[in-house]
């Protein structure tokens, strides 16, 4: 990194929780903007009100969004943007097969969405350009301006050295480093509060590994600046990491320069910058939070809603996907607190189970097993809000692997003709037995 007199003018403007804005060269990229209102189904939200409103898009240049997960990619926000000013603004979004984020993006106005190439710089202007890369669903950028490089690497999960050594030879020297800070998912039940910290000191030990390896001069610890909001899920605040615990760790430990922004902040990059202001102010905003208690609650779906629609859902995929029913064997048990009440989950539909919260694969409320039905990302929602408790070894993770298959059947149709054309084309005993089960999948509809 350049001595500070010889640094060029870059300036961060915090907006709130993953969003800024860096400012370069004329130009002012914005990252991930989550302005208002709830997230996860009303599971997360700010711990901070954001200053930044849809009104001071005019003045940004490039939108970058990371990945869907709604305190990211929030749509609501997007369209309280004036149309007008929506047509001038560049957003940007990793390039990834499906396209639903830069369709949504192209029909909702921001005709100037652009899809970008992965693992290569591209140019923005004369003095800046912007490399992404991704880590699963996540996406991670850098941002180099001068002799200047920023890496974000928002919630890409990095936590082995082979990992982060990769983006190190994409990237070269980082100079200022973005990474989360606490933990963002479900961590147990409440009883569970040891397990939660241990996953909240892991951040530490991932903090202490991506400086190791990255060796950035500056560290800002950001994406965790939420709570959990709803009454299912508020027991998993008891041991979230505090922001000022993290930058005293980053500058005590790791020898490096910590910053902490208040939403509205502006830092320019190489001047000193205090961040124990910034922390005792979240920490306050925390401690009223936690004092008010939780602000959303649960809704509930009648019974026979949600049996009816659920069973409706299944008939309508086995119309779409025949073969469902064949490939899909495996079943689920949730619990309904609102209800009282367990349900057995199979491809043929939903039934009454003899079985309380403690042994269903998960406990929750009937609006959120409908979300996860309704939505293809209803599922992974629930939980990133955190909003059941599981008691079941493992079977939290058996309730969101059906989930999961169910969305992939769903948006994967199978065609019988096709199905036919093949039996056609293999040894006879194998024919035989593939008209069979087409002919039994057919019936099941």
Known sequence: MQTNAALPGVTIEWVNHASFIVSAGGMRLL?????????????????????????????????????????????????????????????????????????????AGYKGTRELPMQQWVRLNDDTELLCGSL?????LAVRTGALTLLNVNDCVLKR??????????????????????????????EDTQRRKADAAEKFARIRLQCRILNPQYVVPFASFIYFSNTENFFMNDAMNRVGSVASFIEEDLGKRA?????????????????????????????????AGPVDVPRTVGREQFVSYVNDFLKRLRRKNPLFSLFMREETTFYLTDHEQAFRLGPKGVRAADAGARESDIATCSENVLYAFRTPWGGNTLHVSGRFQSYVPGGHLRFFRVMSQLHYYNRTAIDLHWVAAQCARVPRGVSRRLARLTRRAAQTV
């Not at 001071?56 to 369209?79: C, E, M, N, R, Y």
């Not at 994409?170 to 989360?180: E, I, K, R, S």
């Not at 205090?274 to 306050?284: F, G, K, L, N, T």
């Open 136 to 140: 699963d669903d996540d996406s991670w």
């Open 31 to 107: 990252c991930d903007p989550w302005l208002t209102g709830s997230a996860f189904n009303n599971g997360w939200r700010h711990v901070t009100p954001t200053r930044f409103s849809a009104g001071d898009f005019g003045s940004i240049t490039h939108v970058w969004i990371s990945h869907q997960h709604p305190d990211h990619f929030a749509p609501g926000d997007l369209k309280s943007v004036p149309p007008e000013v929506r047509a001038g603004v560049t957003v940007l979004y990793q390039t990834v097969p499906d396209k639903l984020v830069v369709s949504w993006l192209k029909s």
């Open 161 to 190: 050295a082979e990992d982060i050594a990769d983006i190190k030879r994409l990237v070269g020297q980082v100079d200022v480093l973005f990474t989360q800070f606490s933990y963002a998912q479900w961590i147990g039940n409440p």
């Open 259 to 291: 910053v902490v922004l208040y939403p509205g902040e502006r830092w320019k990059v190489g001047e000193p910058a205090d961040w124990r202001a910034a922390a005792q102010r979240y920490d306050a905003d925390v401690r009223a939070r936690l004092d």
